[in-house]
């Protein structure tokens, strides 16, 4: 069964980092763009990033650029966000998902219905 799993996750003081994996069973990663995105209570789902099948071009919402890296995992089939500086806005639940090319920009209505979800893990910056 196809399926898509975040991990990395957890409680990090403000200007900390965390390193979240996304990492897929059952297909290939290489043929899809990926994209992070996170989500508060009561609020709609923002898209943080996005990375290229071939992994040469990546995108970032203004409120993470210069703070995040999107990249290709070495080991192959993962998808992993470096998240460096982080903030206490930067609290919530991050997803990863299959998507359509990073020309569409960054919203999740680029994840269509035929996409992946992964279940999300939980990203809590707190002094």
């Known amino acids: 069964q196809a399926q898509l799993a975040e991990s990395g996750g957890g409680l990090v003081q403000p200007g900390g980092s965390l390193r979240l994996s996304c990492a897929a069973s059952?297909?290939?990663?290489?043929?899809?763009?990926i994209g992070w995105f996170r989500q508060v209570p009561g609020k709609e789902r923002e898209g943080v990033s996005c990375?290229?099948?071939?992994?040469?071009?990546?995108n970032y919402s203004d409120s993470v650029k210069g703070r995040f890296t999107i990249s290709r995992g070495n080991a192959g089939n993962t998808v992993d966000l470096q998240m460096n500086s982080l903030k206490p806005e930067d609290t919530a639940v991050y997803y990863c998902?299959?998507?359509?090319?990073?020309?569409?920009?960054?919203?999740?209505?680029?994840?269509?219905?035929?996409?992946?979800w992964g279940q999300g893990t939980q990203v809590t910056v707190s002094s």
């Open positions: 059952g297909f290939t990663l290489d043929y899809y763009a």
């Open positions: 990375i290229s099948s071939s992994g040469a071009e990546t």
């Open positions: 998902a299959t998507r359509a090319p990073c020309d569409f920009g960054l919203d999740h209505t680029t994840v269509r219905p035929y996409d992946y």
